[in-house]
């Protein structure tokens, strides 16, 4: 919503009669609110990108989660990347809209194909889930890397805790 304020504030401001002074002021603030946009959103592309060549390499059909927390727990800008990357290819194990029941595909229990227990989902996204042997075989894709800012996939184990430290995010 930021990119309509931005614009709609141009929009208004652009009927007001203002001094040379004010009008350099308004175009420098301009430039650096799209120009902080635009970053933010090649930052977005360029992860999604990567986490679309990643899933890309796993097997077809196969059940993929990647819980892509921020460290504040805030709703994150890449929280449905791997929905979007898994269409046609794979399942995004940890969809909510299956296990919610308010949308036209629905998890039915002990499905193969997704959670079908909405607290299940909950704890995925709040990396708080542990691997259950039926989950199996379940893929992980997260940040890793010395930044944080590559993207890596690996298998995991029964046992094994979404998000916690041994994952590297």
Known sequence: MSLAAGITLCALLAEVRLNRYEKFLLTISAVMFFGF?????REFNRREDQVDAVVARLPAGSRVIGPFLNERKLLSPLLHVIDRACIG????YASYEPASRQFR???EPKN???????????????GQYRVRARDLPLFLVYSCGPSLREICSRELR???VIGSPAEGH
């Open 37 to 41: 946009v635009f970053r933010d959103t």
């Open 89 to 92: 290819h794979c399942f995004s």
């Open 105 to 107: 595909v629905r998890a």
């Open 112 to 126: 193969s194909v997704v959670m079908a227990d909405y607290a299940d989902v909950g704890a995925v996204e709040l």
């Open 158 to 160: 029964a046992g094994e």
